[in-house]
């Protein structure tokens, strides 16, 4: 099949779940598919058009806040028009906005939408950008063959909002069989097992924000306890057009040294800070399925999340668990945590692969995506004409 992938910044992914789920599916497609991911320059930093397999695409874009997605989708789609793809597979109810161009333009190319995540709920936007997202959802669930939500809360939002029934496949992570190391930690004065991390792009939404109030807490109430006092909190992440968000955050942590800013990290620098890592700690408000929370599982450390519905499918354990927004029970969470034992510790990262093998890694879902790519290939059924007609 020859396949393409519009929505996403870009690969090799730098940051972002979207970008990462697209990378880590575009690379095994690859091995049978003829895939082709529209990137923007300013995100893909290499030069060469293909990557591992992979052909890269760069199109035009209008670098800022509220142009880059829709304009670099725009220039995607037009150009993809031409090149004959079997299916376009938009990423994300923002690109998704502009799918009725190849149901008319390219009648013979099957449409399929990933729906990652209820982006007008993110508190970044205004209210025009969350109008134009409703619009996006709208046409994600209407002119694409078929809707993939990657949670189960995303398909009984479809259901209710849309009324279809989207394919449930969730996101995937890769299986963590390398041995990692512990050199990278000393950049950023980190030891093994004495810091918390929390992995994301800097955006309000994510909770960071909660997270470093939380920790200055746990600091302030237990001043003679060796072990919180000893413990740092590395905040792995960068912009996302959030750099005042940032310097909220900055400003936020600037009499506490134990609290570690590393932007953007990749490869085996990221590796080890979760791997390292005494646990994850998610405060997330809003969410599709959080990769970030299943790689951290794939690296057999604990995670604590807070009960929002998309972290409640995946961690069962009451202990791993916190009300969102609500910064006194999330320092009560992690302080019930550091009381618990190795063992204890051990168990839940146990229990965390358990449900990595299980559920979510790419051996098991891309399978399932490549089946519903020959459904759709097969299936005469067309929406958009019910709709028109």
């Not at 293909?50 to 789609?77: E, R």
């Not at 692969?353 to 299936?379: F, G, H, M, N």
């Amino acid at each position: 099949m020859k396949i393409a992938m519009i929505g996403q910044k870009g690969i090799p992914a730098i940051y972002g779940g979207v970008e990462k789920h697209v990378h880590d599916l575009a690379l095994r497609l690859a091995k049978n598919h003829d895939i082709y991911v529209y990137s923007r320059k300013w995100y893909t930093k290499i030069k060469e058009n293909s990557y591992q397999g992979v052909n890269i695409v760069h199109t035009p874009t209008i670098h800022t806040k509220h142009l880059d997605a829709i304009s670099h989708t725009f220039t995607s789609t037009i150009h993809a028009l031409f090149q004959g793809y079997d299916i376009i597979h938009y990423h994300g109810v923002g690109p998704s906005l502009l799918s009725w161009i190849p149901r008319i333009f390219a009648p013979k190319t099957k449409v399929v939408n990933t729906f990652h995540s209820i982006d007008r709920y993110h508190q970044k936007w205004n209210f025009f950008a969350k109008f134009m997202l409703r619009l996006g959802e709208k046409a994600a669930c209407t002119f694409a063959h078929e809707t993939i939500a990657v949670s189960e809360s995303i398909k009984q939002y479809c259901q209710n909002e849309y009324n279809i029934a989207p394919t449930y496949i969730p996101n995937g992570v890769n299986k963590i069989e390398k041995k990692i190391g512990q050199d990278n930690l000393k950049q950023f004065n980190l030891e093994k097992n004495k810091y918390f991390v929390f992995v994301s792009r800097l955006v309000p939404h994510k909770g960071a924000h909660l997270l470093i109030e939380a920790f200055q807490n746990l600091k302030k109430n237990n001043p003679k306890n060796n072990k919180i006092q000893n413990l740092k909190l590395a905040i792995v992440g960068g912009s996302a057009y959030t750099d005042d968000y940032i310097k909220q955050l900055h400003e936020q942590a600037k009499n506490n040294n134990d609290i570690i800013f590393t932007d953007f990290q990749s490869g085996d620098i990221l590796d080890e800070l979760y791997a390292n890592s005494l646990a994850l700690v998610h405060p997330s408000l809003n969410e599709g399925l959080p990769i970030t929370v299943l790689q951290a599982m794939s690296y057999q450390i604990p995670v604590l999340v807070s009960t929002i519905p998309e972290h409640l499918e995946i961690i069962r354990d009451p202990q791993a668990l916190f009300i969102e927004n609500n910064i006194n029970e999330m320092e009560k969470c992690i302080k019930n945590f550091l009381a618990r034992d190795t063992k204890e510790h051990e168990k839940m990262a146990k229990d965390n692969i358990a449900i990595i093998d299980k559920q979510y890694t790419w051996d098991v879902i891309v399978p399932r995506i490549e089946q519903l790519y020959k459904r759709v290939l097969l299936s005469r059924k067309n929406k958009l004409k019910k709709i028109v007609a």
